[in-house]
């Protein structure tokens, strides 16, 4: 194990360390071309007090990943450890249903702990954030693919002119941008990118995103869901009154702000919940963010893999998540097998919140439930 400091004390730009409940780092796991890279030394930088471990790759880490004993340590490992690594394949894939393509991930893994996370079922037992260096190799590869798309022929469920690129597949970008400045090179790649639009989803309120200046060029979407709802499966995220009160001020920064419901999680009493949600939502946004806003309605997928994670680290979250009473088996489109609600209970539960959102928030628009 080597010092950041003293690993790179020439090289290390001037950076001040973060200041977050969410990250207390000890810990870097790195491949040695990522934490030689400037963006790997600026995250360095921003840890000065974290060992660095190195590793030959950010797949490959014993303590981490397939360590059942993790689970016990799951909100700590979350805290106190980063990987830094070199993303090898930066390609853009199609999406079509919340954005046109999903860009090259830039980080992979989360400081918060929601219980329904789908990123951990492919690490093993721990997922703190890995960042991934080589940001001149993403953001070039997102400009040359938005260059061969030319203007968006016609308007879809996406966006009716810019092709939409979802940021932060596996991550959130709000918690991302603590760590490094990927999340600002990309708001500022896609400002010069008048056909594209970048758009990514989070649950934490990072204000420091109000001075990136993105033009109407990003979209952000706040992820929302009754409090009662969040207290128990949105661990270490910003409360729900807090992203919503974020709303108006992203609005004026010069972001798209779009309201994820996701994910509806169908309980006793989730439609009082829901209604109380719909009626604050109502009350407190200003008429220019309700003028542009939208939402994507996503019921809880679980997974098997997920639910005996839970168990050994918060198993009352289980008892919402996991309802075999109520769910069905579902294959992915990344192979995995997961469940969700059963196709009446889903389809009820969706048409309910729909008719729910055009008697309390009828200037909300559905972009698509799922």
């Known amino acids: ?28 796991y790195a491949e040695p071309a990522a934490a030689a890279s ?10 000065p007090g974290a060992e660095v471990v190195e590793v030959p790759s950010h797949w490959q880490i014993p303590d981490l990943h397939g360590n059942e004993g993790n689970v016990e340590r799951w909100v ?37 702990a929601c219980a329904y996370c789908y990123v951990p079922r492919r690490k093993g037992y721990a997922n703190p954030i890995t960042v991934f260096t080589n940001i001149d190799q993403i953001t070039g590869s997102l400009r040359r693919h938005v260059a061969r798309q030319g203007v968006k022929p016609e308007p879809n469920e996406c966006d009716p002119v810019s ?35 970048a758009s990514f989803a989070t649950k934490y309120v990072n204000r420091q995103l109000l001075d990136l ?8 979407r706040f992820s929302v869901m009754p409090e009662a709802d969040a207290h128990l499966l949105d661990v270490r995220t910003s409360r729900v009154s807090e ?22 999680v169908l309980r006793d009493g989730w439609e009082a919940d ?23 309605i996503i019921m809880l997928t679980h997974n098997e893999q997920l639910h005996e ?44 919140l729909q008719q729910l959102i055009r008697e309390h928030a009828p200037w909300l628009r559905v972009r698509y439930a799922f």
């Not at 400037?38 to 840890?47: I, W």
């Not at 200046?213 to 952000?220: E, L, S």
């Not at 939502?281 to 939208?294: C, H, I, R, T």
Request: with cysteine.
């Open 274 to 296: 829901w209604t109380a949600l719909l009626q604050q939502l109502d009350d407190e946004l200003g008429d220019a963010a309700k003028a542009q806003a939208a939402t994507e």
């Open 38 to 47: 400037p963006r790997g030394r600026q995250v360095l930088a921003r840890f």
């Open 309 to 352: 994670v839970n168990l050994g680290w918060h198993p009352q979250a289980e008892d919402v998540l996991w309802r075999p009473e109520l769910q069905q088996p579902k294959r992915s489109q990344n192979g995995q097998l997961n469940v969700r609600y059963r196709n009446h209970v889903k389809r009820a539960g969706v048409d309910r």
């Open 1 to 28: 194990m080597t010092d950041a400091l003293t690993l790179f004390d020439d090289l290390l730009p001037a950076e001040t360390p973060v200041d977050s409940r969410l990250l207390q780092v000890r810990t870097v």
């Open 213 to 220: 200046d993105p033009q109407g060029r990003t979209r952000v």
């Open 76 to 112: 700590r490992v979350k805290t106190e450890t980063l990987v830094l690594g070199v993303k090898k394949s930066v390609s853009v894939r199609p999406n079509g249903r919340s954005a046109d393509f999903i860009a090259p991930s830039t980080a992979n893994g989360c400081a918060m």
């Open 163 to 197: 092709w939409v690129y979802d940021l932060g597949e596996n991550s959130d970008c709000s918690v991302d941008a603590l760590v490094s400045d990927n999340v600002a090179d990309l708001v500022a790649t896609f400002r010069e990118l008048p056909t594209a639009k």
């Open 243 to 264: 992203r919503i009160a974020a709303v108006d001020d992203f609005v004026a920064a010069g972001y798209e702000v779009h309201l994820n419901f996701s994910p509806v």
